[in-house]
């Protein structure tokens, strides 16, 4: 009989053993709504517990912004990493943003993309410069006024997996990679060679997901709402003022955080807004399990899963060159939010580019949170550059 120490069976899912039976002996998590209940139930979102041994490492202000790092345990699996972020010097009750990393291929890491740190590891600059416009998003939104939480999520960063030693499917196509790099004189980092794996590896904890009777996306929700409780309960954070932003997959987990908490006010959704059916059959390929769960579409289109949301407002914003997102269905979601919103409480802008956060739309995101969240500063363009205390 085969056991975890067996070396010809690896873990599957190493580093979450103890995620089976904290999903089978937590209940579902119980909505405010009707409507997000129907949303949490497709998902399988699992009830999250108050997270348990809040800790603060370290605080340091650069460049005026205040910005601790913090770590707190969900119940399963290993530490969660997050940075609270707000402007330096005294203030009273601010406004609070949840701020949500995106997939794009980086499970190395998390919402470090998203902070300027005194030192960032490799990956993160690259996903900023990739995504971000080479900017700090996380960062850029405190600093026009709001206390801004951005966290790892299940399987990103200090949530990611162990796969050190590979699982079986997993291992076979990486070895499959590395021979090609091998031939072709490709020599990659660590972080690189983990989000190679990650990406195999996902098919896998999506499979364990389904039959855990949770998905991807459910588990990553529990996370979210799990931050969103630790944001909402921080001294000097307006409870009744919080919003969330998400670019790509962080979009993605925007409409569902907004669907499933009546804690978010506002909201901001950048290029992760199209219709189901624009989707087929030549852009399934371009999502993740993060955005394609198991009957999700029965419940209803994607746009239509925002009509399940108790916020006040929220801005979509699209790139009319996305590869993953066909025009003609991002225009089609663009007219379906327009009649499901008729009291003006969406707002959608369409941006030139591709699959990018760019400088430009972020002030756009920001300046929108700052107008419907009261915050106290006004949104600059201001790029800012951290130095080491």
């Known amino acids: 009989m085969s056991t975890p120490e067996d070396p010809t069976r690896p873990s599957a899912i190493a580093g979450y053993e103890d995620w089976p039976a904290y999903v089978r002996n937590q209940p579902r998590y119980q909505a405010a709504a009707p409507a997000a209940q129907g949303l949490a139930d497709a998902l399988g979102v699992p009830e999250p517990r108050p997270p348990a041994d809040v800790t603060v490492h370290w605080e ?22 997050g940075w609270l972020m707000r402007p330096g010097g005294p203030s009273g009750a601010l406004p609070g943003v949840l701020a949500l990393h995106c997939h794009g291929g980086n499970k190395f890491g998390g919402a470090d993309r998203l902070v300027e740190l005194p030192q960032s590891h490799p990956s993160a600059a690259a996903a900023r410069a990739g995504h971000y416009d080479g900017r700090a998003l ?5 600093r026009a006024g709001f206390a801004v939480l951005a966290h790892d999520t299940f399987a990103w960063g200090s949530r990611r997996f162990d796969l050190s030693v590979p699982p079986w499917r997993t291992a076979a196509a990486l070895e499959a990679r590395k021979a090609q790099w091998r031939e072709d004189g490709v020599v990659l980092t660590e972080a690189e060679l983990y989000n190679a794996a990650a990406g195999f590896h996902e098919d896998t904890v999506a499979k364990a997901a389904g039959l855990l009777g949770t998905s991807l996306a459910g588990t990553v929700a529990h996370d979210d709402l799990a931050a969103l409780e630790i944001l909402a309960s921080l001294p000097g954070v307006d409870p009744d003022r919080l919003g969330c932003l998400g670019f790509s997959g962080g979009g993605g987990r925007a409409v569902a955080l907004a669907a499933l908490s009546p804690r978010i006010r506002n909201y901001v959704v950048t ?46 914003q699209y790139a009319l060159a996305d590869p993953l997102f066909p025009e003609d269905g991002m225009r089609e ?13 969406y707002t959608g802008n369409f941006w030139p580019g591709g699959h990018v956060f760019t400088a430009e739309m972020q002030n756009e995101a920001i300046s929108y949170l700052s107008g419907r969240l009261g915050a106290g500063r006004p949104t600059t363009q201001h790029h800012s550059t951290v130095s080491t205390p």
């Not at 327009?338 to 003006?344: A, F, I, K, W």
């Open 271 to 316: 290029c992760m807004m199209a219709t189901f059916g624009s989707l087929f059959p030549a852009y399934l390929d371009a999502h993740s399990w993060l955005l394609q769960t198991p009957g999700l579409w029965k419940l209803g289109d994607w746009p239509e899963l925002t009509a399940r949301s108790g916020a006040d407002g929220f801005l979509v």
């Open 138 to 142: 996380a960062t850029e939104v405190a």
């Open 333 to 345: 979601a663009h007219r379906v939010l327009e009649s499901l919103h008729p009291n003006g409480s």
């Open 60 to 81: 340091g202000t650069y460049d005026g912004v205040t910005t601790c790092q913090l770590s707190w345990q969900v119940g399963f699996g290993p530490r969660t990493t």
